[in-house]
């Protein structure tokens, strides 16, 4: 068997392994979403009455950006377990056993997309229950489900990286909160960009979460009435630039998390 057939395989089996592991343990999908139900209530029915969005409901403009928030946050659990693992040194049984090394992550990051389908249903229904709508057509409303789900994938590759040099999972989880609330808060996802201080606007236009963000509002078609046309290229082109954003994480740090696995249970 090849090294690439034999990669693959290991990869399958270690994905169901997480999956079967994830679903007797539903309460990992519970508590990734109880949070994001929390922020999606209190933008809606208590800070968005205080929001004009060009005069539009608030709370389908909202609705978008708490699911890509949502995306982000469920990423952290991939390096919280991986970091987790490497704690209780689960990663050197993994050594020792005949199976390829890039396999541990494969499994684990496939798991986790797994739970994050499911976290995307749920917040998906919560956004229905507060009268969001997809005013989209099918096709594009599938594609932008699928660019929400690639996007959680992609930003789990960049949470296995990060994990497998954390000291422990618990300043990891803390660490992460710090980087990625600030990510989500400087973009389009609770507020329009033009209204930002221009430092922080050029920071959000550029923004890989405001692509997302953008490409969903134009696949879910709820792109407020009366907003002026984006004036950057990412925000002109959301779908093409979130695809993009995608590729090229998982173009980073795919390889950048193999390495730092191979040099992890090297020791």
């Known amino acids: 068997m090849s090294a690439l057939s034999q990669a693959v395989e290991d990869g399958i089996t270690l994905t169901k392994r997480n999956v079967i592991k994830n679903l007797r343990n539903p309460d990992i999908v519970v508590f990734a979403s109880a949070a994001p139900i929390a922020f999606a209530l209190l933008f809606g029915f208590v800070f968005g009455s205080a929001i004009d969005v060009y005069g539009s409901n608030y709370r389908e403009f909202m609705v978008i950006g708490i699911l890509t928030q949502t995306m982000l ?45 499911l976290v995307i249903v749920l917040m998906s229904l919560t956004g229905l229950l507060m009268g969001w709508r997809i005013r989209g057509g099918f096709v594009d409303a ?87 046309e984006p004036e950057v290229w990412p925000l002109q082109n959301p779908v093409l630039a979130a695809f993009l954003w995608v590729a090229l994480i998982l173009a980073i740090f795919v390889p950048l998390a193999v390495q730092r696995y191979k040099k992890a249970v090297s020791q």
């Open 73 to 117: 946050l469920t990423a952290t659990n991939t390096g919280v377990g991986i970091a987790h693992d490497m704690k209780l040194g689960l990663i050197d049984r993994f050594r020792s056993l005949p199976i390829s090394q890039s396999a541990v992550l494969v499994g684990r990051t496939n798991g986790d997309a797994v739970n994050n389908l």
């Open 142 to 228: 599938a594609i932008a489900f699928l660019l929400l789900f690639l996007f959680a994938y992609a930003a789990s590759w960049i949470t296995a990286a990060i994990g497998l040099t954390a000291k422990s999972p618990e300043v990891l989880g803390n660490a992460m909160l710090m980087v990625l609330l600030p990510l989500t808060f400087i973009s389009n996802s609770f507020v329009p960009s033009e209204g930002l201080p221009t430092v922080l606007r050029v920071i959000a236009d550029w923004n890989p979460v405001s692509a997302v963000v953008e490409a969903c509002r134009q696949l879910f078609g709820n792109i407020p009435a009366g907003r002026p």
